[in-house]
């Protein structure tokens, strides 16, 4: 069966740090710009990067003509700075953002002059009308740091009533924890369209770590396999492919808008995926 896209595929790419990362990058950049994606997004401060890192490497990755969209987040930073920013951006054809409050690194600096999400996506909208499209961050499984889920939907609720156009969710592997907020979104009368972000399974040690970080939930039965896998790249890899393909699949049948793929700056994880889904148009 195959399931129609509306908002197409879209791919995250990061800042790399090294000369070696940077031509990764390129080779990444092209495999993935042939399928032809809604767009391209730049993460921003993962690795103590910059914005400045984020804006430079928006500027390699959008060389195919594919419209990049820079992560920008609040957290830390004034709003002189932020509007500065917002127009650089503008001066220079951007017209998409993914908006974030982001982390601070624990116990450094103070949290700014907006404090979370929803207070910058008001900003970007009095500050620039509807200049950008602005993409926010969705917990299906909720933000770690949610006291619960109720809360935390309610916080996305005001976070897309601010003026959000799309959301990305967090990855997450169970497709009715998806479903499950998508319902609960639209019973609280939002209608932003919301994509499923897709974490490619590479390698399952790193996986689980950064898992345990952002609160995505690894189901026992996925565990169990990927640690019976050791270090046998090529069965995780196999697998990997057939369960994130399943799951996208899935995803589509029940009416996910469009899958955003965390690319890692890796094109063959991804593509092995979407080779392996059936999608309309
Ligand atoms: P918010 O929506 O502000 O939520 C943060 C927390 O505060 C939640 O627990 C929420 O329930 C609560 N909250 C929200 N609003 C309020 C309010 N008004 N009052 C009280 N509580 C509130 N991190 C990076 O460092 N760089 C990136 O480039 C990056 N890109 C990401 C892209 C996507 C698609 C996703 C899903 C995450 C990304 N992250 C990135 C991670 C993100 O920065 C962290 O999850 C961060 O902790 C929260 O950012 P947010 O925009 O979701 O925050």
Known sequence: MTAPLPLGISFEFFPPNTDLGREKLGVAR????????????????????TQA??????????????????HLSCVGSEKSALRDLLQEYRDNGVDSLVALR???PSGMGS????????ELVEFIREETGDHFEIAVAAYPEAHPQAPNFERDLENFVRKAKAGADIAITQYFFTADAYF????RVRAAGVETPIIPGIMPIINYTKLARFSEICG???PRWIRKQLEAYGDDSQSIQAFGTEVMARLCQQLLEGGAPGLHFYT???AAPSLRILDNIAIDG
């Open 30 to 49: 092209d495999a993935l710009a042939d399928r032809d994606p809604r767009f391209f997004s730049v993460t921003y401060g993962a690795g103590g990067s």
């Open 53 to 70: 890192r984020t804006f430079d490497t928006v500027k390699v990755v959008r060389e195919n003509g594919v419209r990049t969209a820079p």
């Open 102 to 104: 982001g982390d601070l």
């Open 111 to 118: 949290a700014g002059e907006l404090r979370y999400a929803n």
């Open 180 to 183: 499950h907020f998508v319902d």
């Open 216 to 218: 995505a939930d690894i």
């Open 264 to 266: 890692l700056n890796q």
